[in-house]
T-cell receptor, first 112, second 115 residues
Framework: QKEVEQDPGPLSVPEGAIVSLNCTYS??????FMWYRQYSRKGPELLMY????GNKEDGRFTAQVDKSSKYISLFIRDSQPSDSATYLC????????????FGRGTSLIVHP | SQTIHQWPATLVQPVGSPLSLECTVE??????LYWYRQAAGRGLQLLFY??????ISSEVPQNLSASRPQDRQFILSSKKLLLSDSGFYLC??????????????FGPGTRLTVL
């Protein structure tokens, strides 16, 4: 079992839809959770960063962490064609190694 | 603000040729630096990381090597490329601040095709 599981998709939605992207993980030591967006042929860019459980909102994006279920989500409201990209989750434990463990990414396609 | 540069952006090399990819970071000091490879349809594979000048840790045994000759410069090299070295190479940097974990920031990447 991989430490971080992420459905590769592609996930295809119409413009304006609410998108839910998810990752599950097995290491209960993970405390810091990140979401990256990667456009085709570009480097990943950090979207959101959260610590421990709870929600964090930034514009149309909401990151949610449920540590009891070892499940994290990224919600995109009012999705736009410009949101079409691959979304990678990443996480690290508190203390010890600071190198994130990445999911393989979910490809999102928002069609007009 | 911090910026990270990688070059070249695209590279096509024959099998058996040498490789040198360069990464530089501006606007910060003593960053942690990382080399990743991202093969088509696959996740990020950590190749090397460095916590300081001359300090390199290798994550995957292979025909690649890395060096950090200056604080904000990270170089990925190979003496003889293999077909399997094709991929998208990403450099990243991070800082550890106040006990918080690193958040990695990525460069634009180098797309390497070995023919």
């Amino acid at each position: 079992q991989k430490e971080v599981e992420q459905d590769p998709g592609p996930l295809s939605v119409p413009e304006g839809a609410i998108v839910s992207l998810n990752c599950t993980y097995s290491n209960s030591a993970f405390q810091y959770f990140m979401w990256y967006r990667q456009y085709s042929r570009k480097g990943p860019e950090l979207l959101m960063y959260t610590y421990s459980s709870g929600n964090k909102e930034d514009g149309r994006f909401t990151a949610q962490v449920d540590k009891s279920s070892k499940y994290i989500s990224l919600f995109i409201r009012d999705s736009q064609p410009s949101d079409s990209a691959t979304y990678l989750c990443a996480m690290t434990p508190s203390g010890g190694s600071y190198i994130p463990t990445f999911g393989r990414g979910t490809s999102l396609i928002v069609h007009p | 603000s911090q910026t990270i540069h990688q070059w070249p952006a695209t590279l096509v090399q024959p099998v058996g040729s040498p490789l040198s990819l360069e990464c530089t970071v501006e606007g910060t000091s003593n960053p942690n630096l990382y080399w990743y490879r991202q093969a088509a349809g696959r996740g990020l594979q950590l190749l090397f990381y460095s916590v300081g000048i001359g300090q390199i840790s290798s994550e995957v045994p292979q025909n690649l090597s890395a060096s950090r000759p200056q604080d904000r410069q990270f170089i990925l090299s190979s003496k003889k490329l293999l077909l399997s070295d094709s991929g998208f190479y990403l450099c990243a940097w991070s800082l550890v601040a106040g006990g918080l974990t690193d958040t990695q920031y990525f460069g634009p990447g180098t797309r390497l095709t070995v023919l």
